[in-house]
């Protein structure tokens, strides 16, 4: 790896900084070394990153000095944060900033920011339809993000701004699977209507951010959204059946009683699911899967994830 441009990769024991992380290590004709930039840089996830070639440093994304000493030498930079590990927008917003202020100060070639749309462009605080959150949000976890895009592009960084998706991870891992219903049939509960979703595999957004990486300039200033298919709840549950054995059916469920089901978050997230109802359109648009193949020509579709993770979806 000595000589090659190094990105510096935030999260890098994370889904999407794994992701990227583990594309470029995994291409022997790649033209990136990679620094893993960690919390922990000896936990299991950090040590499996070294033992693939990537030099794992301390970083912080709380931690403005440490950022700036884990990016400094690099010529490219993914920056990530995790929302859902504090739970305040305000904090991921002084994430953003310290990440594009260090990108800044070591004068990146190439910077990628995953982030996501701010919602009240669509819907203003003021609409009523869509609770405000928190004061000043109508989706917390999105707005936070988009409103950090103001930050990169007022550095004049050459950002990438990547869109993402929906997980299909999220039916393992985040209690989006199918549960069982009194007479012990499995439905797939959604506020999603009959609207079409987009949706990727977590480690796919990674590989996605190393196509980019590898055609730099052409999406410098780009806004460059990744799905590997628009699919409904119908069509979602037709693929969980195949992956639990057993029957899924689709059951939407009304925004305003998905916001009271009574699990943590779950106004943000009926927020979420409305504004992804609601806009569709314009949603599914901005995540072109023909785009996002030509830049992860290896990309899962729904059923191949499917097929990837039967057995592995808790049912409840």
């Not at 900084?17 to 620094?35: N, Q, T």
């Not at 029957?247 to 927020?271: S, T």
Request: neutral net charge; contains cysteine; aromatic residues 8%.
């Amino acid at each position: 790896m000595q000589g090659k441009p190094v990105v510096a990769i935030a999260g890098a024991t994370g889904a999407q900084g794994g992701g990227l992380a583990r594309a470029i290590l995994s291409d022997p004709a790649s033209p990136f070394a990679v620094r893993a930039l960690t919390r922990n840089p000896v936990s299991a996830k950090a040590r499996a990153l070294a033992e693939l070639g990537a030099e794992v440093v301390a970083a912080d994304v709380d931690d403005p000095a440490s950022l700036a000493r884990a990016f400094e030498g690099a010529s490219a930079a993914y920056c990530v944060t995790f929302y859902w590990d504090h739970v305040s927008p305000e904090r991921e917003s002084a994430q953003a900033s310290a990440m594009a202020h260090a990108a800044k100060q070591a004068g990146l070639g190439h910077v990628i920011w995953s982030t996501l749309e701010d919602t009240r462009r669509f819907v203003p605080l003021e609409d009523g339809r869509m609770p405000t959150l928190m004061g000043r949000y109508k989706v917390p976890h999105f707005d936070a993000k988009g409103e950090a895009d103001a930050v990169f592009a007022g550095l004049g960084l050459p950002v990438t701004y990547l869109l993402t998706s929906f997980y299909r991870d999220n039916f393992n891992r985040f209690g989006f699977g199918p549960v069982r219903d009194s007479a012990g049939r499995l439905v797939l509960t959604l506020p999603m209507a009959d609207r079409k979703m987009p949706g990727i595999a977590a480690e796919d957004i990674g590989r996605c951010a190393y196509g980019i990486l590898k055609r730099g300039a052409e999406f410098h200033g780009a806004r460059v959204g990744v799905a590997s298919e628009h699919l409904t709840g119908e069509e979602m549950a037709a693929g969980l059946s195949e992956a639990t054995g057993e029957p899924v059916r689709y059951e939407p469920v009304p925004h305003p009683v998905f916001r009271q089901l009574g699990f943590p978050h779950a106004d943000d997230l009926g927020n979420m699911f409305q504004f992804n109802t609601e806009f569709s359109e314009e949603f599914c648009k901005a995540r072109d899967p023909r785009i996002s193949r030509e830049l992860n020509p290896a990309m899962l579709t729904f059923q191949q994830w499917v097929q990837a993770n039967r057995g592995k979806i808790p049912v409840q």
